[in-house]
């Protein structure tokens, strides 16, 4: 893939790049039924937190490991972002969509998973996880939904994920600098949670975790990157994109106890009952108003 210097020229930048008031205008159908904005974002949260659990935990057993590469994963959410921004619940089941987004990226990614049977599985796991029932696709389900997709994703599926652009920025750090790359790495993970990957430059969005896994721990001395001038960086888009990694640890006070990324899982778990009532409420809100 082309390095984040084309970043400018490409169609993830002049094509898939939305503002909030785009992301807040998602699910459309799903908002006309009554959903707020604030549980339709939490929705899509939550899949994108199980499907990341699903994948590392089948990653545990070798009959159904993925071998799924975090850039991998991080073009198949930014799918599942841009698919649900025309697009609802209550038409097209989103654990289902998601799955259908990771087989798309890990073709278009070059990172295969050859055994077909393994996609119908996660597809199981993932629905298990989300609704405590396990829903079984068709065999040749998956693929007839990735065509809907790629038709959506008007055949544009060029993503720029700003893990390299991290690298980049740290490559030369000092040996202290590796604690910085470790932890703005795992809010980068965290941030597919929200729909950030559609919003922002992968570099601003990079930048933006290394200041705020500076700001996070009182370990990490401020790195010389975040001081220097000769990256290309609007540091506006950065401020943004610091408020939005942050979003994935906005919580009720109650829950703000132990270490960040405990917090973002207990509190997932803790609402899965919240998630299946905002889905059940979604479809049968939509059938109400269509009948």
């Known amino acids: 893939m082309a390095g984040p210097v084309d970043f400018a020229r490409s169609s993830h930048s002049t094509r898939a790049l939305v503002d909030r008031r785009v992301t807040d205008a998602s699910n459309p159908k799903d908002l006309q039924a009554g959903l707020t904005v604030e549980q339709v974002q939490f929705v899509k949260a939550y899949v994108v937190d199980a499907l990341l659990g699903t994948v ?21 959410m930014a799918y599942f972002w841009r698919f649900y921004l025309k697009h609802s619940f209550c038409d097209h089941e989103p654990t289902a969509i998601a799955v259908v987004c990771l087989s798309l990226a890990s073709k278009v ?18 629905s298990k996880c989300v609704y405590d029932d396990a829903v079984a696709l068709a065999d040749d389900q998956l693929l007839r939904m990735e065509l809907l997709v790629l038709e959506e994703l008007g055949f544009n599926l060029s993503v720029f994920d700003p893990y390299t652009p991290l690298q980049q920025f740290l490559q030369h750090a000092a040996d202290a600098d590796k604690d910085v790359l470790r932890l703005a790495w795992g809010l980068l993970n965290d941030c597919l949670c929200t729909p950030v990957c559609i919003m922002l430059p992968p570099e601003e969005i990079a930048f933006a975790a290394i200041r705020v896994a500076v700001e996070l721990s ?15 960086i609007n540091h506006d888009e950065v401020m943004l994109a610091c408020q939005e990694l942050l979003e994935c640890y906005r919580f009720p006070s109650s829950e703000a106890q132990g270490p960040v990324g405990s917090v973002r899982i207990r509190f997932l778990q803790q609402h899965r009952s ?4 905002f889905l059940y409420y979604a479809c049968k809100g939509n059938e109400e108003t269509t009948s």
Not at 274 to 277: F, L, T
């Open 109 to 126: 990614q070059e990172n295969p998973v050859n055994d077909h049977r393994k996609l119908l599985h996660l597809a199981k796991e993932l």
């Open 218 to 232: 009182d370990k990490i001395k401020e790195p010389p990157v975040l001081r220097s001038t000769s990256f290309d």
């Open 56 to 76: 590392a935990a089948l990653g545990r057993e070798k009959s159904s490991v993925l071998h799924m590469r975090q850039r991998t994963i991080a073009a198949a």
């Open 274 to 277: 919240e998630v299946r009532e």
